[in-house]
């Protein structure tokens, strides 16, 4: 299949940013939102990511109008009836996913390919809300869209082989570097991320550290572009939660329960940027955290660095991914300087299992253990 018309549901910070990417790279693009306000929004979402492009020089005013004039915004379904495919990027509920999958599998032309944008929830369970199994699958992008360079694309045992080939070819038509993977909660940036990301709310609800004193040991101590409480500012705390009790309800494990820190935020409506606050007040300029003191900051990188690369051994032990998806999602999906297994590799394994073994004695969490090769 060739693909000319793209249509995007759900225009929040990844809908918008999806509109931004598949506009950019030459597609006629239809955006729908359930709402008015909500399509105004990724309207000016869309508006406002293409003004700091042509700020920075990056696009050129004319450039910029042209991606704007291939998009098309709307609230009613019946404008996606033509897409040769359809990205859902609604908050992460399965009841209302499955909902819109219903209603794009009544209006979407027969050969139309859905995909889901979902962070975690079951592609098998959306695909299944369907007549149309075989041409669901999962194509999940990295916030902001435009600038990660990461997608997974996720098949379920229904999915379609060509129809799996096909997205995965326009995916790398977009510039993004690929995982084919099957379905499993969180796939596998999200699995590996938001453990680490609870983790270190963690080390903030038991008192271990602040928030900048989190924030500076992994911007500081491993380069990484932000720190975790900036990230779930960004990501979203309420779609962290959300993501977290998905995984939480297949693994079991106490370490991957949404900590308290996260889910106290989130009741008191800070779910981070999209809200104004979260972690930090975004009513100000942006802040980049900072401390000076270097022992704490050192305790609690060693931590959520140690208890991180475990996880990805583990994944890879699985046999879900390769170790080079593993590297690749992690630094062109979430921007780290490097992937964990070269991180792994420059250590080495036997140190990093030490240190597992460490941690998890310290910690009395027996879920840090190495595992038993
Ligand atoms: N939309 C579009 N472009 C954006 C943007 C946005 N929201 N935010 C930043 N950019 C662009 C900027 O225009 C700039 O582009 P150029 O290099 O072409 O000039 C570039 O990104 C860098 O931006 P800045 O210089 O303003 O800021 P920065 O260097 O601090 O980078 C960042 C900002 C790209 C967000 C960087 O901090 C980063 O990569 N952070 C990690 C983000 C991450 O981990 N994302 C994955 C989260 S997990 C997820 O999304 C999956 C899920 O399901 C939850």
Redesign the pocket.
């Known amino acids: 299949m060739s693909f000319k018309q793209i249509g995007v549901v759900g225009l929040g910070i990844m809908g918008a940013?999806i509109v931004e990417v598949f506009a950019r790279a030459g597609y006629a693009v239809t955006g729908v939102a359930e709402s008015g306000p909500a399509v105004t929004a990724g309207q000016s979402n869309l508006a406002k990511?293409l003004g700091?492009?042509v700020t920075?020089e990056?696009l050129t005013q004319d450039e910029s109008d042209e991606i704007t004039a291939r998009v098309i915004f709307g609230e009613d379904f019946s404008l996606l009836a033509n897409c040769d495919l359809v990205i859902e990027a609604a908050p992460e509920i399965l009841s209302l996913k499955t909902q819109i999958f219903r209603q794009l599998d009544a209006v979407v032309k027969p050969a139309g390919i859905l995909a889901t944008n979902t962070?975690s929830l079951s592609v098998t369970d959306i695909a299944h809300a369907t007549n149309r199994p075989a041409q669901v699958v999962g194509m999940?992008f990295?916030?902001?869209a435009?600038?990660?360079k990461f997608v997974e694309v996720i098949s379920t045992a229904k999915s379609d082989p060509k129809v799996v080939a096909q997205i995965a070819e326009l995916g790398t038509s977009l510039g993004k570097h690929l995982a084919q993977i099957s379905d499993q909660p969180g796939f596998i940036?999200?699995k590996l991320?938001l453990r680490y990301l609870n983790h270190a709310v963690q080390i903030l609800d038991s008192g271990q550290g602040t928030k900048e004193q989190i924030d500076a040991a992994m911007r500081e101590l491993s380069n990484y572009?932000?720190g975790p409480c900036e990230?779930l500012d960004?990501?979203g705390i309420d779609?962290?939660v959300e993501?977290l009790k998905t995984i939480h309800a297949d693994t079991g494990l106490e370490i991957d329960k949404p900590a308290v820190g996260m889910v106290e935020l989130v009741a008191a409506g800070h779910k981070g940027r999209k809200s104004g606050a979260g972690f930090y007040d975004y009513s100000q300029s942006a802040q980049i955290p900072t401390d000076s003191n270097e022992s704490v900051k050192k305790q609690i990188h060693n931590d959520l660095l140690i208890a991180y690369l475990g996880d990805c051994i583990a994944m890879e032990a699985t046999g879900y991914a390769a170790k080079s998806d593993i590297d690749s999602g992690m630094r062109l999906?979430?921007?780290l300087p490097q992937g964990p297994f070269e991180v792994i590799d420059s250590m080495g394994i036997e140190s990093v299992r030490a240190a597992q073994a460490e941690l998890a004695q310290r910690s009395g969490v027996t879920d840090y253990q190495p595992l038993a090769f």
């Open positions: 940013g990511s700091r492009a920075k990056k962070s999940h990295f916030n902001p435009p600038v990660q940036v999200n991320l572009p932000m990230l960004l990501i779609t962290c993501i999906g979430c921007g």
